[in-house]
Structure formats: structure tokens, C-alpha cells
């Protein structure tokens, strides 16, 4: 099995979590658990989208950005915010 394979199931179960959350109005879960989701699928259009609106609505500027800056692949996963 593949490293990509693996990991789908448990991105698309943090990515759901997400969307509940999201349908909650918990954006704070919904961002921590798309930026899960994002973790374990980089460059997982849905997840990013997630996160970027969980920021947005929570008024969180750097989130958004530090968000925006791994998605589109600036920074490394092991990086954090500065």
C-alpha cells in the first residue's frame, strides 16, 4: 500500500470532521481539524479551502496566511509561525 493510499482514509475522516464542525459554526475545530486533514493530504484542495474560510470567519489573520503559506507550498509541514 502507498503512503498516499494510507493516508486517504484519515484525511478524508479529518476532512469530514471539518465539514460537521464547519456546520456547527465551531470554526476553531473546523480549522484544527482541516489543517489535519491538510496535513496528512498536502495540497488537498478541499482541506485547504476549509481552513482558509475557518480563518477567515474567525478573524485570524496570521492563521490565514501560515494556512495559505503551506497550502500553496511556501513553507514545510515542520515549519511553524514566526
Given at each position: 500500500?502507498?503512503?498516499e493510499t494510507a493516508n486517504r482514509q484519515p484525511a478524508?475522516?479529518?476532512?469530514?470532521q471539518a465539514r460537521q464542525?464547519?456546520?456547527?459554526?465551531?470554526?476553531?475545530?473546523a480549522a484544527a481539524h482541516?489543517?489535519?486533514?491538510?496535513a496528512l493530504a498536502?495540497?488537498?484542495r478541499p482541506a485547504a479551502e476549509l481552513v482558509l474560510d475557518a480563518h477567515s470567519r474567525l478573524g485570524d489573520a496570521?492563521?490565514?496566511l501560515d494556512a495559505y503559506r503551506r497550502w500553496r507550498g511556501f513553507l514545510g509541514l515542520?515549519?511553524?509561525r514566526e
Open positions: 500500500m502507498s503512503p478524508q475522516a479529518a476532512l469530514d464542525a464547519q456546520r456547527a459554526d465551531a470554526w476553531d475545530q482541516g489543517r489535519r486533514a491538510l498536502p495540497g488537498s496570521p492563521g490565514f515542520d515549519q511553524g
